[in-house]
């Protein structure tokens, strides 16, 4: 199944995504033993031929087969983002877990994470689409039964009250949905500092005005798929590009964990849980607006990036070449990253962030995008370990979280 990946939307395409996906929600708690995996994808079958279960297989709006257990059955497509968990949850190695989705190696697929699956003997929340025009189901995630959903339509909502509220001139960039995060990017238009000490010598890739301000914002980040905590992170934009350094560090950030859920209960979340999470949100929006929206934040951050972004590289070619390898990015997408870094005529250290993020704008995934924001801010602490012809690069693959 092909990968959701929207980006770049404006908040009329926000709304518009989530609340198509959430009429499409099911979220229901089951025990192992009930599900197996046939040919890649889920199927949830009622082998003891529970009355609880007959009514949630039916409940769900996927049609019920009986014909190929003589149980009632339904099946669940299934996502990249579930078989991860999968791997994970089952300690199946992902690299061999990954080969056996190939087709000649599918049976093996399904007899390994069968057999994990009836040993582990615990009760799994498993979160779906389903189109009950179509009678399809999507298994998105297999989490544990403690997890507690913050939805990406309540994040939305709350955050865009807690800005109305605020009273301030936010502004909404623009935002991206994928099968496992949801990003929503703001600025703050009004709180601007002028840096030329680091942006005197850039030029943006693919032309524009010279600008040397940097305005104010913050990204809102969320998971309804386990791949990350509701997050609210300080945000930088640089007015001549719009590019952005995300200061991880200072962010507000709340992990889903809640509750033990019983099984064969279908989670239908109640107005106390959802207000719950909307006053959760909505405080911390609150906080990070309150703290972020300040000329002193800003010149203290932009007063860090200057004396960390100032700093001249020696081998200033190979440094970007070091710095894209230890990020794991392709090195067809390297090229496109020396690019902007010779484009934009800024040879020290402030020059790499800005291909970079540069990169992340254009070019990136929306979670390659996030991490790359943040990861540009920290490598400028060691930017030195990179700017050498000689360094041997330990890559590592990007966190997604």
Not at 41 to 68: C, F, H, P, R
Not at 137 to 147: E, H
Not at 188 to 198: K, M, T
Request: hydrophobic share 35%.
């Amino acid at each position: 199944m092909e990968k959701l990946n929207l980006k770049n939307l404006s908040i009329t395409e926000i709304v518009n995504a989530l609340q198509q996906q959430n009429l499409q929600k099911y979220d229901f708690v089951i025990p192992s033993r009930f599900i197996e995996m046939v040919k890649g994808d889920l199927k949830v079958i009622n082998k003891d031929e529970l009355d609880s279960l007959t009514q949630l297989l039916i409940d769900t709006g996927i049609a019920v087969d009986d014909s190929a257990y003589d149980k009632q059955t339904i099946h669940l497509t299934s996502l990249d983002t579930l078989h991860s968990q999968i791997s994970s949850r089952l300690d199946i190695p992902k690299r061999y877990y990954d080969k056996m989705r190939n087709d000649d190696n599918i049976h093996a697929l399904d007899y390994n994470v069968n057999h994990w699956l009836s040993k582990a003997n615990k009760n799994y929340l498993l979160r779906t689409f389903v189109n009950k025009e179509k009678n399809e189901g999507i298994a998105r995630a297999i989490l544990s039964d403690r997890y507690n959903v913050i939805d990406n339509y309540d994040v939305m909502l709350a955050t865009l009250d807690a800005i109305r509220e605020s009273g301030l001139n936010v502004q909404i960039e623009s935002g991206d949905i994928t099968d496992r995060k949801f990003f929503m990017r703001f600025t703050l238009p009004d709180i601007e500092v002028q840096a030329p000490e680091i942006l005197q010598n850039y030029r943006v890739p693919k032309g524009g005005n010279q600008n040397n301000g940097i305005i104010t914002g913050f990204v809102v980040s969320n998971s309804e798929t386990g791949y990350g905590k509701f997050s609210i992170s300080p945000r930088a934009v640089v007015l001549a590009c719009r590019n952005g350094m995300i200061f991880k560090n200072d962010a507000f950030a709340k992990t889903h964990l809640g509750a033990k859920m019983d099984e064969f209960s279908t989670i239908d979340w109640s107005e106390d849980t959802r207000q719950k999470n909307y006053d959760l949100v909505i405080s911390q929006v609150k906080d990070a607006i309150k703290t972020y929206a300040s000329q002193e934040y800003l010149g203290a951050k932009i007063h860090e990036l200057t004396e960390k972004g100032n700093q001249e590289l020696e081998n200033p070619l190979d440094c970007v070449k070091n710095v894209t390898k230890s990020l794991s990015i392709p090195e067809d997408k390297e090229k496109n990253i020396l690019n902007y870094f010779i484009q934009g005529g800024d040879t020290n250290a402030f020059g790499v962030a800005q291909a970079l993020t540069y990169y992340a704008q254009h070019d990136a995934t929306p979670e390659e995008r996030y991490e790359i924001e943040h990861k540009s801010v920290t490598i400028l602490d060691d930017i030195k370990t990179f700017d050498t012809s000689t360094l041997k690069v330990k890559t590592s693959k990007m966190s997604l979280n």
